[in-house]
C-alpha cells in the first residue's frame, strides 16, 4: 500500500502557474502508476493526468492537454503537476492517487484502476 500527500496548491490568477507535488511513501512506489485528480464543488471526480511506474508513459484528460505536465521521481518518490496557463474552470480539489496493481502499461486515467488517495490540495484560480 502506498500512502500519498499532496501540497502545493494555493490560489493564483488566471494564467498563473502551481505545482503540485505528492510525496509517496511505502515500498512499492517505483513500480505503481500514478495519477492526479480533481474535484469541483457539486462535481464528480475527474481524471487530469497519469504517469506509468517508470515515468516512460503519459496521459492527459483533454481540458488539460498542453497545460498540464505530470511527473515523478522514484528516488525521492515524489510525483508533480505542473499546471500552466490556469483557467478558473480548474479550480477544485486535486487529489493524487495510486495504482491498485503494479507494473501498468500504458498510464491509465481509470478511476477505478487506482486504489489509495491522498487527502487532497486545494486549488483555486481567480478570473
Known amino acids: 500500500q502506498v500512502q500519498l500527500v499532496e501540497s502545493g496548491g494555493g490560489l493564483v490568477q488566471a494564467g498563473g502557474s502551481l505545482r503540485l507535488s505528492c510525496a509517496a511513501s511505502?515500498?512499492?512506489?517505483?513500480?505503481?502508476?500514478m495519477g492526479w485528480f480533481r474535484q469541483a464543488p457539486g462535481k464528480e471526480r475527474e481524471s487530469v493526468a497519469a504517469?506509468?511506474?517508470?515515468?516512460?508513459?503519459?496521459d492527459y484528460a483533454d481540458s488539460v492537454k498542453g497545460r498540464f505536465t505530470i511527473s515523478r521521481d522514484n528516488v525521492k518518490n515524489m510525483v508533480y503537476l505542473q499546471m500552466n496557463s490556469l483557467k478558473p474552470e480548474d479550480t477544485a480539489v486535486y487529489y493524487c492517487?495510486?495504482?491498485?496493481?503494479?507494473?501498468?502499461?500504458?498510464?491509465?486515467?481509470?478511476?477505478?484502476?487506482?486504489?489509495?488517495w491522498g487527502q487532497g490540495t486545494q486549488v483555486t484560480v481567480s478570473s
Open positions: 492517487a495510486a495504482d491498485r496493481i503494479r507494473f501498468r502499461e500504458p498510464a491509465t486515467l481509470t478511476f477505478g484502476d487506482f486504489g489509495s
Open positions: 511505502g515500498r512499492t512506489f517505483s513500480s505503481t502508476g
Open positions: 504517469v506509468t511506474w517508470s515515468g516512460g508513459s503519459t
